[in-house]
C-alpha cells in the first residue's frame, strides 16, 4: 500500500494486470511497444518537433 492510501485511508493500488483479460493485456502491450517506437524514431531524429527553429 502507497503512503498517500495511508494516509488518506484509501484501498491499495491494483497491480496492472488486475482485472483485465489477456487480450485487454495484450492490446496494452501494443499500444506501448507503439508509443516506444516512435520516441525511439524521434530521439534518433534528434528530438526536433515538426516546427522550424527562427
Same mark, same amino acid.
Given at each position: 500500500?502507497?503512503? !498517500?492510501?495511508?494516509?488518506?485511508? #484509501? ?12 487480450? $485487454?493485456?495484450?492490446?496494452? $502491450?501494443? $499500444? ?9 524514431? !524521434?530521439?534518433?531524429?534528434? #528530438?526536433?518537433?515538426?516546427?522550424? $527553429?527562427?
Amino acid at each position: 500500500m502507497s503512503l !498517500w492510501s495511508k494516509l488518506t485511508g #484509501g484501498q491499495p493500488a491494483s497491480t496492472p494486470s488486475t482485472g483485465r483479460t489477456a487480450k $485487454e493485456r495484450a492490446r496494452r $502491450e501494443r $499500444e506501448i511497444r507503439r508509443i516506444d517506437a516512435g520516441t525511439a524514431n !524521434w530521439l534518433r531524429r534528434g #528530438g526536433r518537433g515538426p516546427r522550424t $527553429e527562427r
